[in-house]
Every structure is written in structure tokens, then in C-alpha cells.
């Protein structure tokens, strides 16, 4: 012990403790949608940074005031990887899609998912072969042509979703594009009454469910206008080939489109949410 100024011994001083260095997980940055429970598991870790895919945000980055000052556009003094209502590019709709199925990862088994996605992929094709079966089969050679064609990709779709792994971003897309069109194609196709037509608008509702969650704005705003106007047109084909009357076409219509807009939006909607409070 030393001395103090009026000799009262004083410890030495000590040195301050140091921070321990940040680690991060080694798939940290990396893209692709990763399997394993504990995929997500860094992104509510009080270690890692909250976004769990991206890499890690610079300790400083320039502000709007200094690019002024160096005559650069201030938007440029923006991190890209900010979650704004600006258009995305495409490596930040990969991250954000890679945190949803991560996130998906930690609160499921997504094996689950796909077999769910795959029976209701699978009932398209069910549905479009019972028609043909039961005499509610296209009249025209070219129309049943489409018709069995549509029940032959929703097969073959049920069967892709149970073999692969978790798909990526586009390739999830092009599923669900497909099959709105798909669904659509064998409605109008199909020779049955106006109600059995409306009753299987409701496959575009259910796959709205996987829209909402999975995809992106503008993704999510392409099935929204698909399923929109096929169900417009499947009760508009209904209403001009068949006696039902303009009043109860226009009743069933609001709330057909109600179901497969609110449901997509409301989800998107909730996903984003908690997407932006974790970021």
C-alpha cells in the first residue's frame, strides 16, 4: 500500500476491465436460407446484432450533414441495409426473406410447413380431377387440355414441396405466380355450377397465407392482382354464361375479394412489424 497525500494508505490503482471481443456465429452474413432450429437463434441473442443474416453494421457511418459537406448526395449517407418503403434491391429482399424463414425455423419444424403446402397444392389437383371425373370437365379439347394440364402441375407441385428443402426467395415466387394462374385457368375451364366456381376461389385466400408471410411487397402485390382479377373473372364468366342474377354476383364478389386481400395484407403487414421492432 502507498502512502496518500495526508498518509492514509491507498490502494494501487487498478487497471479497468476490458470489454470482451463480439463473436458472432459462423454462418453470420452469409446467404441462403438455412436450416436447423437454432438458424435464427442469433438474432434474439443479446450478443449478435439484431438482424441475423446481414452483416454487421459499421461502428460509424457518414451522415447526411457530411455528405453535404462533400457535395455528395445525402441519400447516399443512408445504410442500404435500412428497412425503409424504398424499393429493395435484390440482395436485401434475400436477407429479409432469409429472417422470415429463419424465424419460421425457430417457432416450427418447417418440414410441417411444406407438408401442409403440399396437401393444399395437392387438393388443386384433387379437385380439378374429380370434375373431369364427374362430368364438370372442360368442352373443348384445348380447354380440358389446360385443365388436365393445371391438375398435373398441382401434382407435380405437391410432390416438389415434399422432396426439396426450404426453396428460396424467387423460387418460392414463381410457385406461387404459377399457381394462381394455375387456379384460375382450371375455374374457368372447368363446365360446373357458379357456386362450385366460387368455392374453389378459395385456394387463392389459402395461398395468400403463404404470400403474406414469405414475400415482398411488389412479390406480394403481383399475387394480389392475380388472384383479384381471377376471381373477377371467374364471376364475370359466371355472370355472362349462366343465369345469376347481376345483384347475387356482386354480393359473393365483395367478400371473395375481401378474403384474398385483407388476408395477404394483413399478414404482410404483421410480419413487417415485428421485422422492423427486431431491427
Request: proline share 9%; aromatic share 12%; hydrophobic share 50%.
Amino acid at each position: 500500500m502507498a502512502p496518500g497525500p495526508e498518509g492514509i494508505p491507498q490502494p494501487f490503482p487498478q487497471p479497468l476491465p476490458q470489454p470482451l471481443p463480439q463473436t458472432y456465429p459462423k454462418t453470420y452474413g452469409q446467404g441462403g436460407a438455412f436450416g436447423g432450429a437454432g438458424a435464427f437463434g442469433a438474432a434474439f441473442t443479446p450478443s449478435a446484432p439484431s438482424r441475423a443474416y446481414a452483416s454487421p453494421r459499421p461502428e460509424s457511418f457518414p451522415s447526411a450533414e457530411s455528405a453535404a459537406d462533400t457535395g455528395s448526395d445525402p441519400r447516399d449517407a443512408r445504410d442500404p441495409r435500412d428497412e425503409r418503403d424504398d424499393d429493395a434491391p435484390r440482395g436485401l429482399l434475400e436477407s429479409r426473406y432469409e429472417w422470415i424463414v429463419g424465424m419460421m425455423y425457430s417457432f416450427t419444424d418447417e418440414r410441417v410447413v411444406r407438408v401442409l403446402i403440399a396437401l393444399f397444392t395437392a387438393g388443386m389437383g384433387v379437385c380439378a380431377t374429380l370434375e373431369i371425373l364427374f362430368g364438370f370437365g372442360a368442352r373443348t379439347q384445348p380447354a380440358l387440355g389446360i385443365q388436365i394440364g393445371c391438375g398435373v402441375f398441382a401434382f407435380t407441385a405437391a410432390l416438389w414441396w415434399l422432396v426439396i428443402s426450404w426453396p428460396r426467395l424467387w423460387t418460392l415466387f414463381v410457385f406461387v405466380v404459377l399457381a394462381d394462374i394455375g387456379i384460375v385457368a382450371a375455374n374457368l375451364t372447368a363446365d360446373m355450377p357458379p357456386e362450385f366456381a366460387i368455392g374453389k376461389t378459395a385456394f387463392l385466400a389459402v395461398l395468400g397465407l403463404v404470400a403474406g408471410i414469405f414475400l415482398d411487397r411488389w412479390m406480394l402485390a403481383t399475387h394480389m392482382v392475380l388472384s383479384a382479377g381471377g376471381v373477377t373473372a371467374i364471376i364475370g364468366w359466371k355472370l355472362f354464361t349462366t343465369d345469376v342474377p347481376v345483384l347475387g354476383a356482386m354480393v359473393v364478389w365483395v367478400p371473395v375479394m375481401a378474403l384474398t386481400i385483407a388476408i395477404p395484407t394483413l399478414l404482410y403487414t404483421f410480419v413487417r412489424s415485428v421485422r422492423l421492432d427486431q431491427n
